[in-house]
C-alpha cells in the first residue's frame, strides 16, 4: 500500500515551486476513505511565507471534506530521509492519530517511518483546551 503514496509523493514533488533553495518536497497522504491527497511546497520570497508539502497535502484533504489521515509519505531530494518540521509534526497530529505510520524518503528509495507521536511526543490537543 506504500508505494502508491511514494508514487504519488514522487509525481508532485515535481511540481513543488522551490526557485530559491532548489529543494523540493512532496507529500501523499491516504484519508480514512483510502483516498490520496498530495501536497508539495511552494516556496515565496518573503520567508517564511511558503508552505510546506505536508501542509498542502493536508489543506487539499480538508478541502475534499475529509479530517483524517491514515498514513503519510513525505519525499525530498536529500541524502537521507528529512522529518516534517515542528509545524507540519503539528498538523500531522491534528488530523492523524498517534500510531499513525509517517515515511520519511530520499528520491533515492531510502526510507524511515515513524508514528505520529514518535515525531511529537506530548503534542498540542484539545484536551489542554480545558472543555
Known amino acids: ?25 512532496g507529500a501523499a497522504l491516504r484519508a480514512a476513505s483510502g483516498v490520496v491527497y498530495t501536497g508539495c511546497n511552494v516556496e515565496n520570497i518573503a520567508y517564511p511565507e511558503g508552505t510546506c508539502a505536508e501542509a498542502g497535502a493536508i489543506a487539499a484533504m480538508v478541502a475534499a471534506g475529509e479530517t483524517v489521515i491514515a498514513q503519510a ?51 498540542f490537543d484539545p484536551s489542554f483546551l480545558g472543555r
Do not use: I, W
Open 73 to 123: 509519505y513525505v519525499v525530498a531530494g536529500s541524502p537521507l530521509p528529512v522529518t516534517p518540521c515542528g509545524g507540519c509534526r503539528q498538523k500531522l497530529a491534528e488530523f492523524g492519530a498517534g500510531d499513525v505510520q509517517v515515511t520519511m524518503a530520499t528520491v533515492e528509495g531510502a526510507e524511515q517511518t515513524m508514528s505520529v507521536a514518535d515525531l511529537l511526543p506530548g503534542a
Open 1 to 25: 500500500m506504500k508505494t502508491d503514496l511514494r508514487a504519488a509523493a514522487l509525481a508532485v514533488r515535481e511540481n513543488a515551486h522551490a526557485p530559491y533553495s532548489g529543494f523540493k518536497v
